[in-house]
């Protein structure tokens, strides 16, 4: 990379190490959050309040498990009914690999077939289309489904289709397949089989077991779950009759979070999550300022690497000095984030001062 190059990578990595900073700081404290959050066991207010967060614990029910219309639409038969059902699609495709760079003729690209759930190779930019078309999936990548007037003991769950995103679920697990809950009435829907890991659904033209080949356009689903009749405690806002996603910020997801177990259990996940998203935050940050302040420094680099042995010795020295200089950046900023407003309320408070201090006098 040329040192002009370099130096604007440099200069544009810096704002965005920070904002990674900012974003991972400023966030909503879960944790905190579900510690201060009313009960509404106890405390059932008739009034909308969708700023402050509520809790309950109780067993959570729907009048119909989450199915999958396509594939598994007799979910209910189940051992353990799901309330969340969450799809992951991927479909049989070509590839093409380029064995020469750059690629001089035919015999420099190869071509092999493998599972892809997003980025399906596009074969009108092969070097050889005939025999290596790609079709569309005709699913999405990731899909979820959710139970039908889903409850936690008497309160209900209110959350719509556009909202999936916001269901916040830990501990989902693989769902396990049976013959029984696949529907293989529609003509569309034939050429299902279960893989024997018993979690996977293959939709196949030719294949009737793991063991045949697979050809190019084959579906493969995988399914993850997560039970009803469970015990579990809930944190969301409350709409005057319903809990619904806890909005904390307009550039945030919003959040029902579910967790199988008690008030205590919950907290200690979201604090959790918690601490690992800031010292993610800070770690990346930190990553991205060594990166750029090491690029900004490869001009300097150019220079030193005139001389023999000085060069390298002052490669080196760059490189730490940018560490430690990465590492100071990153504590003075989580500072100046964290005292933000003691910062900005201090220094109005001294122009008042000057102000008054250095006023003209009548």
């Known amino acids: 990379m040329k040192p002009a190059t370099s130096v604007i990578f440099g200069t544009l990595f810096i704002p965005f190490a920070l904002l990674i900073l900012f974003y991972s700081e400023t966030a909503p404290e879960y944790g905190k959050i ?15 309040s969708f700023k402050k967060s509520f809790w309950i614990s109780g067993t959570i029910t729907a009048s ?11 979910t209910s038969i189940a051992n353990y009914p799901p309330l969340y059902l969450k799809r992951s699609a991927q479909i049989y495709a070509w590839q093409q690999k380029t064995l020469k760079n750059p690629p001089k003729q035919l015999e420099d690209y190869q071509y092999t077939t493998e599972w892809f759930s997003d980025n399906v190779p596009n074969s009108s930019t092969f070097f050889i289309k005939d025999g290596h078309q ?40 693989p769902f396990t397949l049976s013959p029984s809950m696949i529907n ?5 829907n034939s050429n299902l089989f279960i893989g024997s890991d018993l979690v996977t659904l293959y939709k196949s033209n030719s294949a009737q077991s793991e063991s045949q080949a697979f050809t ?23 709409d005057g009759s319903s809990l619904v996603p806890l909005c904390l910020s307009k550039i945030r997801p919003c959040h029902i979070s579910i967790y199988p177990g ?4 919950m907290q200690r996940w979201l604090t959790q999550a918690d601490t690992a998203m800031f010292y993610a935050g800070r770690f990346f940050s930190f990553l991205f300022l060594w990166l750029a302040f090491y690029l900004l420094a490869k001009p300097f680099r150019h220079v030193f690497e005139v001389v023999p042995f000085f060069g390298k010795i002052a490669h080196t020295a760059l490189g730490v ?4 200089f990465s590492l100071i950046c990153v504590v003075l900023a989580v500072l100046f984030i964290k005292l933000f407003w003691l910062i900005v309320v201090g220094f109005i408070g001294l122009l008042v001062a000057l102000y008054y201090i250095y006023r003209p006098k009548a």
Not at 39 to 45: E, V
Not at 262 to 265: G, L, N, R, V
Not at 321 to 324: P, Q, T
Request: hydrophobic fraction near 40%; include cysteine.
């Open 262 to 265: 008690s008030k205590t259990e």
């Open 64 to 74: 119909k498990p989450a199915v999958d219309e396509n594939f598994l639409p007799h």
């Open 34 to 48: 579900m510690n201060s959050a009313i009960n509404l066991s106890t405390d059932k207010p008739t009034e909308p």
């Open 134 to 173: 790609n079709p569309s999936s005709p699913f999405k990548s990731t899909q979820i489904f959710l139970g039908q007037d889903i409850r936690v003991g008497n309160i209900p769950l209110l959350i719509e289709p556009d909202q999936l995103f916001s269901l916040q679920i830990a501990q989902t697990l």
């Open 184 to 188: 293989k009435v529609a003509p569309d």
């Open 321 to 324: 000095l940018c560490f430690i």
């Open 216 to 238: 190019v356009g084959d579906l493969k689903f995988t399914y993850e779950s997560f039970p009803l009749n469970k015990q579990v405690t809930v944190m969301g806002a409350w």
